[in-house]
């Protein structure tokens, strides 16, 4: 049995979501490749044991915020934010939210951006949450209202929508 046996069908699979978890925990298409390159090269050093029992998907995931943490802590590397537009006739107003979303979800700190992306962009609970961070679960939860707070002082006209 070769030992990378069911790793390309399980990249295919989930390749798409991982990538969109990846670039909502860092904001920047070329970092979410980077990201998600370095999180499946060691799923694929792990993945015998990972495909016999563990969870590929929530050791990827798991993985791919643990390395977002610890590229912002080591190379404190500069995620981008993201110029928002004038409003005119070439942007929607989705588009203008979705741009501001997107730079205030980058002056989160990256357990925050972490804990909101998780949560609301992937619907996981709180425990799911708090496993695939390795955190308990009341951090989670203070994460969660520290985060939200941020956000809603941030895009205070989006607060109550």
Do not use: C
């Amino acid at each position: 049995m070769d030992r990378y046996e069911g790793f390309h069908e399980f990249v295919r699979a989930r390749q798409q979501s991982l990538m969109r978890t990846a670039y909502l925990l860092v904001g920047d298409a070329h970092l979410a490749e980077d990201l998600l390159q370095t999180v499946l090269a060691r799923v694929a050093t792990h993945w015998a044991k990972l495909s016999k029992g563990g969870n590929p998907e929530a050791y990827a995931r798991k993985a791919l915020v643990n390395q977002t943490i610890s590229w912002r802590r080591r190379k404190r590397v500069e995620l981008p934010g993201v110029p928002l537009p004038e409003v005119g006739r070439s942007h929607d107003e989705a588009t203008v939210r979705r741009l501001a979303l997107e730079q205030a979800l980058a002056q989160l700190t990256p357990k925050q951006r972490a804990v909101i992306v998780l949560r609301f962009y992937e619907d996981r609970t709180e425990h799911e949450t708090a496993q695939l961070m390795g955190v308990s679960l009341g951090t989670v939860k203070s994460q969660t209202h520290y985060a939200l707070s941020k956000l809603r002082a941030l895009t205070p006209e989006e607060a109550y929508r």
